[in-house]
């Protein structure tokens, strides 16, 4: 059945490390993707999306890009802060645009 | 400020009470839906709406009911409340026919049933 895989965490970089964190899906056809970031006591925010094979989403320095062979949506930033710890959510619409399915989420820590 | 305004942000219930969570949006969405969010798990949709006086069933609908009266408000209904009610819960708008311009979330009610 569709469903969506996401690096698990927690995940704790220094301040300027590249990151990395691995969401894959699967479907019956072509989802919109997207990245949500909850800050801690916030709700979720949209971060960045992608809705069709090739695009990249991109904010906040954060990208990724939609890989429709290897059924994947990997979100990466060159050199994170402090500023950027946080749950991290991958969502795509694998049940048609009514709804999104979230993956487990990943929390990042970033240290001076 | 427009946006999803949900209270109470928490809430303590005795295994058995009943109670309801409120949310209220300004931005005339169509689309309301609630999640809650559990340790391991993400989010997992309750229940969700298209519409005034529409309400359909989402992922973990058992032990809610909701109901859509006016396009601001969604209240989710905790009918007896259980221990495995344990949790946070969202509540998310978004105008109909745009999910890629993602949903507006509210801040949570964080919810512990003894």
């Known amino acids: 059945g569709n469903s969506v895989t996401q690096m698990e965490g927690p995940v704790t970089l220094s301040e300027e490390a590249f990151l990395t964190i691995n969401c894959t899906y699967t479907?019956?056809?072509?989802?919109?993707l997207f990245w949500y970031v909850q800050y801690p006591g916030e709700g979720l925010q949209l971060l960045l999306k992608?809705?069709?094979?090739?695009d990249k989403g991109s904010n906040k320095g954060f990208e990724a890009t939609y890989r429709k062979e290897t059924t994947s949506f990997h979100l990466e930033k060159g050199s994170v802060q402090v500023s950027d710890s946080a749950v991290y959510f991958c969502?795509?619409?694998?049940?048609?645009?009514?709804?999104?399915?979230f993956g487990t989420g990943t929390r990042l820590t970033i240290i001076p | 400020n427009a946006g999803v305004t949900q209270t109470p942000k928490f809430q303590v219930l005795k295994t058995g009470q009943s109670m309801t969570l409120q949310c209220a949006q300004d931005?005339?969405?169509?689309?309301m839906s609630w999640y809650r969010q559990d340790p391991g798990m993400g989010l997992r949709l309750i229940h969700y709406?298209?519409?005034?006086?529409?309400?359909d069933q989402g992922e973990v609908p058992n032990g809610y009911n909701v109901s859509r009266s006016t396009t601001e408000d969604f209240p989710l209904r905790l009918l007896s409340a259980a221990p495995s009610q344990t949790s946070v819960y969202f509540c998310?708008?978004?105008?109909?026919?745009?999910?890629?311009?993602?949903?507006?979330f509210g801040s949570g009610t964080r919810l512990t049933v003894v």
């Open positions: 931005m005339n969405h169509e689309y």
């Open positions: 709406s298209v519409g005034a006086g529409i309400t």
């Open positions: 998310a708008s978004r105008a109909q026919g745009t999910i890629n311009y993602g949903y507006t």
């Open positions: 992608a809705t069709k094979a090739d």
């Open positions: 479907a019956t056809g072509y989802p919109s």
């Open positions: 969502a795509p619409s694998l049940f048609g645009n009514e709804k999104l399915t």
